[in-house]
């Protein structure tokens, strides 16, 4: 199956580096590192690749700075190109930033092969079988995608909530979720805002929070740091 992780800021780097470590062991995964180049920085960046174990990124758009609309417009135009480049079969996103609304909302107009895809989504929903609890979701795919061939969305930090629709990033988290097909929360309160708005439960999937992960993953090599020194 191949995966594509979106990377837009800084943060995201720490969020997908323990997804992209857990996905590289794993035989039925290709994960293909998608930067969208919302925030970028060359130092800073490849500090970040070096230090989270990451490789350099597979894709990368260029996107950079501009108004929240111009910014969001562009990633989905370059997005798009590439997606239909590679027809990724997964498509995961994380957090709250730009890229997340973009990618996401882009992925779910795309229309690839339904050959092509229909195999993917079988095998992948036999997957979805073979895991415990997760019983009940393989109709709900079913039923709710229908013939639509595009790719599986997934957000990671689903259901993170301000309450307040004046901020351009709780604008991009409600709209993420609405689009996503597999909504992993950090928490159960995450997960009750997400049952509150009208998802369905089967699709919602209180996982922990990944920067705990990432915490855990990187602690001994922080504790050997000299950059305090």
Known sequence: ??????????PNFMKIAPIYAAMRDHSAFEPLIVHTGQH??????????EQLDLPRPDIYLGVGSGSHAEQTAEIMRRFAAE????????????????????????????????????????RYEEYLDSQVGLSGVKDFHRKARGSHQAPIIAHVEAGE??????????????????????????????SHNLRNEGIDPRK???????MIDALQGFL?????SDILA
Do not use: W
């Open 161 to 190: 909530r301000s309450f307040d629709r004046s901020m351009p990033e709780e604008v991009n988290r409600v709209v993420t979720d609405v689009l996503s097909d597999l909504l992993f929360t950090t928490c159960e309160e995450s």
């Open 83 to 122: 997606a239909e480049a590679y027809r990724p079969h997964l498509v995961v996103v994380v957090g709250d930033v730009n890229s997340t609304v973009a990618c996401a909302l882009t992925s779910c107009k795309l229309q690839f092969p339904e050959d092509e895809m229909s195999e993917i989504r079988r």
């Open 1 to 10: 199956m191949r995966v594509f992780l979106v990377v837009g800021a800084r």
């Open 40 to 49: 970028y920085d060359e130092n800073m960046s490849r500090i970040f690749f």
């Open 220 to 224: 001994e090599k922080a504790r050997t």
């Open 204 to 210: 919602i999937f209180c996982v922990g929070n990944v």
